[in-house]
């Protein structure tokens, strides 16, 4: 019997790890694939999104020579496996399920056989279950249809016109890589904020810092489904860029609102883009009060004021598919623990942990780090991760 296990090693599992050790609980980590899988899975180009100075992992912060680069997918990778070092981690073990044992503690059944543990600590990432729109079962043969997730490079594309569907963080960057491979593509956009690579002297994401954007809990939130909004679009590509609707469409991108229905040829668009374009820019200039009140609160230099200007596209009503080499969903991702985690009342109506500060309000001895907003809007990141594995730590030495 293991006293405790660490499920996955993602940064979330490697944090929760090296925490663990230093509070001197003897643990394992199980993980399915390889140390950092998730961010292996990645199509080929990825690169963070947020500048290297932000991976703050306990006893891992970045510490190249490029603190306000961004880190390309195996470099992210690698830094993981340089972080995992020692620590008793198992690649290769795929857990299938968790129930609570009638005495106490927890069995695991995994592809290496069951096992017992006192305390679980569910480390399996932010992004578990991919959301895909049921317009992938009503596409014409011959388009190819795939999830983010599978989307590798524009070359391993069929020929022809790509139709991206969402205009959130990763649905912007595919939509880019596959113009400027000459693609033509066609965005169906939902509501997404957008902010500028830059303010003033400073990256969004030392903003989001400086104004205390990124510590914001969990019943900050207008309503649980917020959880499910997308994050600022943006990129780090070529050392970082501006990335919104507005520089899609002067790049060639053809915008619409999001999918409404198909007959399995033609796709009509809701008459709706405006109104998410609206939304857009009414959470960046929310964001822009907040940097506001930050240059007051601390005496900082105040950054030049940017108009955007109205975005001048005209939405596409409907497209026909017939020609289209592909069609890739980017609707973001949902929980997916209630379908291998046994243990009744322990995740909400959507699928997220009931918890009291990572501890599971369901059941003793189960723990969770990793997850999105779990307490905070930090939780699943490079940068904030360690504050929650901190406090798993903690509570799983006290009872023990």
């Known amino acids: 019997m293991a006293e405790t296990v660490v499920i996955g090693a993602g940064q979330a599992g490697l944090a929760v790890s ?31 999104v947020t500048p290297n100075w932000t991976v703050q992992l306990p006893g891992g912060r970045y510490d190249g020579d490029d603190p306000d680069g961004f ?14 070092g020692e620590m008793p981690v198992h690649e290769g073990v795929d857990v299938g399920s968790v129930a609570p044992e009638p005495g106490g503690g927890y069995r695991l059944q995994t592809s290496a056989g069951d096992m017992l543990a006192g305390t679980v600590v569910l480390c399996s990432g932010a992004y578990q279950r991919p959301h895909v729109t049921p317009l992938a079962d009503v596409l014409p043969d011959g388009v190819a249809r ?68 990124i510590e914001a809990t969990v019943d900050s939130l207008p309503a649980p489904a917020a959880r499910f909004a997308a994050n600022f679009t943006a990129t780090g590509r070529g050392g970082g860029h501006d990335l919104h609707l507005r520089t899609l469409h002067e790049k060639g991108a053809r915008l619409a609102g999001h999918v409404e229905s198909s007959d399995g040829r033609r796709v009509r668009f809701a008459d ?49 598919l017939r020609g289209f080499g592909a069609v890739i969903t980017t609707a973001g991702y949902r929980p997916d623990y209630a379908r291998w985690v046994r243990v009744p009342g322990a995740f909400d109506a959507l699928g997220f942990p009931v918890h009291d500060e990572c501890a599971s309000s369901a059941a003793p001895g189960l723990w969770f780090a990793g997850v999105h907003f779990l307490r905070k809007r930090k939780s699943s990141l490079l940068y904030g991760v360690g504050e929650d594995a901190a406090i798993v730590a903690r509570g799983i030495s006290a009872a023990t």
């Open 272 to 320: 709706d883009l405006a109104a998410s374009v609206a939304w857009g820019d009414a959470r960046r200039a929310q964001f822009l009060e907040l940097v506001r009140r930050a240059v007051e609160e601390h005496g900082l230099p105040e950054p030049e004021p940017f108009d955007p200007g109205p975005l001048d596209a005209e939405p596409l009503p409907e497209v026909d």
């Open 18 to 48: 090296h925490e663990l050790a230093s509070a001197g609980v003897e643990h394992v980590v199980l993980e399915r694939g390889r140390v950092g899988q998730r961010w292996r899975d990645r199509w080929a180009s990825f690169c963070l």
């Open 71 to 84: 880190m390309l997918r195996d470099d992210v990778v690698g830094h993981l496996e340089r972080y995992a």
């Open 146 to 213: 795939l999830h983010a997730d599978d989307y590798v490079d524009p070359a391993g594309l069929p020929p022809g016109p790509v139709l991206v569907i969402g205009s959130g963080q990763t649905g912007c960057q595919l939509a880019e890589e596959l113009l400027e491979a000459g693609r033509e593509v066609v965005l169906a956009c939902g509501r997404a904020p957008w902010m500028t690579r830059r303010i003033g002297d400073h990256d969004v994401l030392w903003w989001t810092v400086e104004t205390g954007y």
